[in-house]
C-alpha cells in the first residue's frame, strides 16, 4: 500500500486523536502546512486504500462499564478457520477477531476474539455463543480476562 | 457513572464508532443529524472525552498496514511481573500491555517501521527481562465493518 511522507506524516498527527475544536481538519492542516482540502482527500483515500479502517469516536470500553475484556482463544481446524473467523467477528459484542499462528506445545490456539462484558456472567454467555457458532470444528479453548491494563494508546508509528 | 449519561452522550458514543465525518466541520454536521446545537456537541464530546469515556476521535489505523506489528506473550513469575511489566510498556513501539490471568501472564502488542526493527525490539525485550517472549502476528483480520454495540442503558 502507498503512503508517502506526507500521509505519513498525516497519520502521525492524528493517530492520538484530532483536536477537539470545532474545524479540526483545519487545525490539523494548519499544523502541517497543508490545506484542509489537502487533508480531507488524504484521509479519505486512506481510508478508501483500507490504511485508515474508519474515522471514529473511540470508545473505552472499560471507562463504559464493561470491565470484563476477556481475550477468548480457540484451536480451530485450519480447514475451516476462515469461514468461522468472520462469523464470530460478525457478533455484535466482538471487538477484534484474528487468525494467529500456533506455539506448539505451550499454545495451541489460533483463533483470538476479544469480547467485552460488564459482567463475568455476560462474558461467560459469550464465550458459550461463540462456543455455538464454532461448534464442532474447535478443540480446546482459553479465556484470558486481563486483570490490569499497563499500557493502552492508539496505534503509534515512529517518526 | 453511567446513570448521568445524557441520551445526548450515548448516540455519540454509539453512533460515531464508524462514520465520525469527513468535513471541514464534522461537530456541526453532528449537530444537524442529532438536531441539536454543535456548541452542545463540542461539549458533550469535551465531557466524554475528560472522562475518558472516548478514548480519542479520529482514525483507526488497519493493523499491518504501515509497519510491522505483532501480538506478544510473556510468561512471568509473579515476583517479578511488575519489573517486565514495566520494562515493557516504557517502549514507545508498545502500544497495548495487559496483564492477564494465565501462565501467559503479560500481553503486549508492539509496532515498528518494518518486520526486522520488530524483531530487534522483541528480542530486547527478552534479553532485559530475561525471559522469552512467544511472538503472534496476525495472520488474518476476520474483520466485519461494524461497530461494537454498547448497551449504554444499564
Known amino acids: 500500500m502507498n503512503i508517502d511522507a506526507v500521509d505519513r506524516q498525516l497519520i502521525q498527527a492524528t493517530q492520538t486523536g484530532l483536536p ?3 474545524q479540526p481538519y ?40 464493561y470491565r470484563y475484556n476477556g481475550m ?16 464470530v467477528a460478525e457478533l455484535p459484542f466482538v471487538s477484534h477477531c484474528y487468525q494467529r499462528p500456533r506455539h506448539l506445545p505451550d499454545w495451541p490456539y489460533n483463533l483470538f476474539a476479544m469480547v467485552h462484558g460488564k ?9 458459550a455463543i461463540i462456543s455455538e457458532v464454532l461448534g464442532e470444528h ?15 494508546t492508539g496505534l503509534r508509528i515512529g517518526g | ?59 483507526v489505523i488497519a493493523p499491518n498496514s504501515i509497519g510491522s506489528s505483532a501480538l506478544v506473550a510473556m510468561a512471568v513469575p509473579e515476583h517479578d ?4 511489566a514495566e520494562l515493557v510498556s516504557a517502549y514507545p513501539e508498545v502500544n497495548h500491555n495487559y496483564e492477564r490471568e494465565n501462565r501467559f501472564n503479560l500481553w503486549f502488542v ?23 517472549a512467544m511472538t503472534l502476528p496476525m495472520l488474518a483480520d476476520y474483520f466485519i465493518n461494524l461497530g461494537f454495540e454498547m448497551n449504554l442503558h444499564d
Do not use: C
Open chain 2, 110 to 132: 508492539a509496532v515498528a517501521d518494518d518486520e526486522a526493527q520488530l524483531g530487534m525490539v522483541i528480542a530486547e525485550i527478552e534479553t532485559r527481562s530475561g525471559y522469552p
Open chain 1, 26 to 65: 483545519q487545525a490539523v492542516a494548519e499544523q502541517l502546512g497543508l490545506s484542509v482540502e489537502e487533508v480531507m482527500q488524504r484521509l479519505a483515500r486512506m481510508q478508501q486504500d483500507g490504511i485508515i479502517r474508519r474515522i471514529a469516536a473511540v470508545p473505552n470500553h472499560y471507562k463504559l462499564g
Open chain 2, 81 to 84: 511481573l511488575a519489573r517486565v
Open chain 1, 72 to 87: 477468548t482463544v480457540w484451536d480451530v481446524d485450519d480447514r475451516q478457520i476462515d469461514n468461522l473467523g468472520p462469523k
Open chain 2, 1 to 59: 457513572m453511567l446513570a448521568q449519561l445524557q441520551p445526548l452522550h450515548k448516540h455519540l458514543l454509539n453512533d460515531y464508532q464508524q462514520d465520525f465525518p469527513l468535513s471541514p466541520t464534522p461537530y456541526r454536521d453532528i449537530a444537524e443529524q442529532l438536531g441539536v446545537s454543535e456548541d452542545e456537541v463540542l461539549h458533550a464530546f469535551e465531557e466524554l472525552s475528560a472522562q475518558r469515556m472516548i478514548s480519542r476521535i479520529g482514525p
Open chain 1, 119 to 127: 459482567t463475568q456472567q455476560d462474558a461467560e454467555r459469550q464465550v
Open chain 1, 20 to 22: 477537539l475544536v470545532a
Open chain 1, 138 to 152: 474447535v478443540g480446546s479453548r482459553d479465556v484470558l480476562y486481563s486483570s490490569k491494563i499497563l499500557k493502552k
